[in-house]
């Protein structure tokens, strides 16, 4: 069963926004066994909207199409859909009733026209309910293929894929089993990876296929099994995976695509009771942000202290003005320091802190852009490493967050 | 002058990795004219790289391909290439000597086969020097169409995309001009919007394009013409741009694209040298990572703390511990006192705080997922207010950011 998703929008064309939905959309149905063939985004125009609907035409089982379902002139997917399928456009009278409720309770105001006209559907569409927008998705099927329409709006198409979607492809589509297992792999590059496993993957079977994912820092290793029989392979992956495992150790810091390096801290310090803090510099926040992006972190995560200015080093997290003056800002020295003292301020079990700069400019600091001084204070004590991040800003910041969570990670596993 | 982005990988199609590669793309071949026609993401595949190709060619006049030229077995499109434009590898010296530079520097030790091949090109393609990496750009031309290739790798695309292909681009086609100007709105819905501007629309020339870009919270504006005479868009664009001001009036944040609401209050801070600090629960330190997300900011923020605990947020910010008995820790009393206790320790002109339930579960408080308190406190005192901001996590914590945001601009601009 192959699909091809579709985002409407002369706002992704320009790359004022990115598409996200198309992602989302994508990993929902490889999870149900539907293959999405390709990605396309498209203008808001009915000439491109109507070729592209010509091209997926019986070519594939199935199209989902989000965007331009909004309320303004620049929204023209329902009026289009009315085109290519040879209908018009029904007042819906629960789609109208819903929006006029929406309206009413969140902006306390009686409904508009505009607003009406959202109750307007293609009289052939069945209507997925939207219990968290006023645009409605659409299903509609032209001899092998069927079209869905969803809002751009990517909360409000999430919930119609989960609510309404996702149960009626499953419900009505026989599809095969699609099995995807990740390792997390840190600490060695890519090549060097290819040339540690080239044997176990010339071995693989030809139903599983190898992929590389590289980010700063961290290499995913995603193996993908296709076919009708479940057992076969699940049996087949768990073997594979087993063999890597062998040969890969300790660079493994986890196996499953959701076990993202933060995911897996959060496991290991809630299995453990213990807590952490924060002290970041040029990180702005974003090691405390990925942290608090795992729901449940409030059971060990204290919190940060975002110190971006040196006052702030000295005066809340407690570092030595003699510290600064003698190391630099910049240093492994302040990093340690900052660690002690976020770690005895929040009394948390652990404490990360980082320094650096992460550019554009090199600011006031003696030390180069790139350069980020990660600390880690553990029970046992602290320790402190140095590195250069390269450029850009974006990069820097990103590669000093993985690194942070990692040698947090090495050393509870070392504490055992 | 048509242009086609193709970013080519399985990690894509499945939704394990989001494509902001296009996004870059689309936004640097607007920025000098060329029209993105159509964005396109397909596997790691032969035939789909083959079939992609043979639609774009004569159909567009350049197509953009990224992704698939690492060192791993999953990697094909160099091959592809040869294969489509009936050309051979050949060992390039100059990227060899790159690559071989590159490995020796960063990882100390020599270069492997697996990274020689790196170095083979199309023995037909411009080589596209990628300073930040081993995988270098291709330039390619088949009839009427010119294929570029670059890494998939974002930082090193961009590195390609600003030192080579942009410039050669301008250097050798002519191009229409494009501009696009955007107004950001906050606190009006896009439906009443468009009421609110309904005449001065449909009084839009028809060179002019008008696109409504809504955001929790914030609607964005975009008008976009093209033409080839720059003076009369500019003058059409300026003229109508000015009638929608007056139309607005002070619901509009900002002028430009760039001109987010982080810009906008960096540009006012920076403007009265004054300072901002944050004490952020259910937010997690993301309005401190907004905030140090623009370059400079280190001039007028001072820094944030995370009070993720109750503990901390009576220990570390100072909040009363009967405060938090009496009215709850997600209240207005709490937010005002987290408000007043950061701007005290860091000693800013302003201070944000946020208290509130970002979900999924209302954890031990006794409000409902999505009740979120925010205080702004300022040189006159300080204020609270309450918002429900509805569910899911993501969306409450985008908002929170947002209107605490939007709030300290208020509180400035009252100031004067």
Same mark, same amino acid.
């Given at each position: 069963m192959k699909a091809v998703i579709i985002t409407i929008g002369d706002e992704i064309l320009i790359g004022q926004i990115t598409d996200t939905n198309s992602g989302y959309i994508a990993k929902s149905l490889d999870k149900i066994g539907i293959e999405v063939f390709e990605m396309l985004s498209i203008a808001d125009d009915?000439?491109?909207?109507?070729?592209?609907?010509?091209?997926?035409?019986? *070519?594939?089982?199935?199209?989902?199409?989000?965007?331009?379902?909004?309320?303004?002139?620049?929204?023209i997917t329902k009026k289009t859909f009315c085109n290519y399928f040879d209908d018009e456009l029904v007042m819906n009278k629960s789609v109208l009733a819903h929006v006029t409720k929406l309206i009413e309770q969140h902006y306390k105001r009686p409904i508009s026209q505009i607003n009406k006209e959202q109750g307007l559907v293609p009289s052939k569409a069945t209507v997925l309910h939207n219990d968290l927008g006023t645009a409605p998705g659409m299903w509609m099927q032209k001899e092998n293929t069927v079209f869905i329409s969803l809002p751009g709006v990517p909360y409000e198409m999430k919930y119609i894929m989960e609510s309404a979607v996702l149960p009626k492809l499953i419900s009505e589509f026989d599809r095969p089993f699609i099995i995807?297992?990740?390792?997390?792999?840190?600490?060695?590059?890519?090549?060097?990876?290819?040339?540690?496993?080239?044997?176990?993957?010339?071995?693989? @079977?030809?139903?599983?296929?190898?992929?590389?994912? @590289?980010?700063p820092g961290r290499v995913r290793l995603r193996l993908s099994a296709r076919g009708k029989n479940k057992m076969i392979l699940e049996e087949a992956i768990n073997d594979n995976i087993a063999s890597l495992s062998e040969i890969l150790g300790d660079i493994i810091a986890g196996y499953d695509d959701t076990e993202t390096l933060e995911f897996v801290l959060g496991k290991l310090l809630t299995e453990r009771g213990k807590t952490l803090a924060t002290a970041e510099s040029c990180t702005g926040g974003k090691i405390a942000q990925v942290i608090t992006s795992i729901p449940g972190s409030s059971k060990y995560f204290d919190g940060s202290i975002v110190c971006y200015q040196e006052k702030i080093k000295v005066?809340?997290?407690?570092? *030595?003005?003699?510290?600064?003056?003698?190391?630099?800002?910049?240093?492994?020295?302040?990093?340690?320091?900052?660690?002690?003292?976020?770690?005895?301020?929040?009394?948390?079990?652990?404490?990360?802190?980082?320094?650096?700069?992460?550019?554009?400019?090199?600011?006031?600091?003696?030390?180069?852009?790139?350069?980020?001084?990660?600390?880690?204070?553990? @029970?046992?004590?602290?320790?402190?490493?140095?590195?250069?991040?390269?450029?850009? &800003?974006?990069?820097?910041?990103? &590669?000093?967050?993985?690194?942070?969570?990692?040698?947090? &990670?090495?050393?509870?596993?070392?504490k055992g």
């Open positions: 009915k000439q491109a909207i109507l070729n592209a609907f010509d091209r997926c035409q019986n *070519q594939v089982d199935l199209v989902l199409i989000t965007g331009g379902l909004g309320p303004t002139k620049d929204d995807h297992k990740t390792i997390l792999t840190y600490g060695v590059g890519e090549s060097l990876l290819a040339e540690k496993i080239e044997n176990w993957e010339n071995n693989l @079977p030809n139903f599983i296929k190898l992929a590389y994912l @590289p980010n005066a809340v997290v407690g570092v *030595q003005k003699a510290t600064i003056e003698k190391h630099s800002v910049v240093s492994a020295e302040v990093a340690k320091e900052m660690a002690i003292g976020v770690q005895k301020i929040m009394k948390s079990d652990y404490a990360i802190s980082v320094t650096g700069n992460a550019g554009p400019t090199t600011d006031k600091t003696d030390k180069e852009v790139g350069v980020v001084f990660i600390a880690i204070s553990g @029970p046992e004590g602290v320790i402190a490493q140095e590195f250069n991040f390269g450029q850009p &800003r974006e990069k820097v910041i990103d &590669r000093a967050v993985n690194k942070s969570l990692e040698m947090l &990670r090495s050393m509870i596993l070392k």
